[in-house]
């Protein structure tokens, strides 16, 4: 099945935070906050303004997210969990470092 959200909604998908801490302790699921950290799947065509010109989306499948804690609706598709919320519930877009390049 393929998954198109619609208007300015995007489709994302947790990603997992380490169940370890950086001293070795174990983290049990009960003690586990939900991860607000996610990766974009799907995204919409985008919203439309007041003149009914169609306004772009600023994230797009592959980018790595931040949300808020309570935002989206969890949902299943093909029996995996996601998360659908609208593109002004992303707090931001977390990009790669890129390697400083040496003045020559």
């Not at 994302?12 to 009960?30: C, F, L, Y």
């Given at each position: 099945?393929?998954?198109?959200?619609?208007?300015?909604?995007?489709?994302?998908?947790?990603?997992?935070?380490?169940?370890?801490?950086?001293?070795?302790?174990?983290?049990?699921?009960?003690?586990?906050?939900?991860?607000?950290?996610g990766e974009v799947i799907a995204v919409g065509?985008?919203?439309?303004?007041?003149?009914?010109?169609?306004?772009?989306?600023?994230v797009k499948s592959g980018d790595r997210i931040?949300?808020?804690?309570?935002?989206?609706?969890?949902?299943?598709?093909?029996?995996?969990?996601?998360?659908?919320?609208?593109?002004?519930?992303?707090?931001?877009?977390?990009?790669?470092?890129?390697?400083?390049?040496?003045?020559?």
């Amino acid at each position: 099945m393929h998954f198109r959200p619609l208007h300015d909604r995007v489709l994302v998908k947790r990603i997992s935070e380490e169940e370890k801490t950086s001293g070795g302790i174990i983290i049990p699921d009960t003690a586990k906050e939900k991860p607000s950290e996610g990766e974009v799947i799907a995204v919409g065509p985008g919203g439309r303004d007041e003149d009914g010109k169609r306004i772009d989306m600023d994230v797009k499948s592959g980018d790595r997210i931040l949300f808020g804690k309570w935002s989206g609706t969890e949902v299943k598709v093909d029996g995996e969990d996601y998360l659908i919320m609208k593109e002004s519930d992303i707090m931001g877009v977390i990009e790669k470092k890129s390697a400083k390049k040496k003045a020559a």
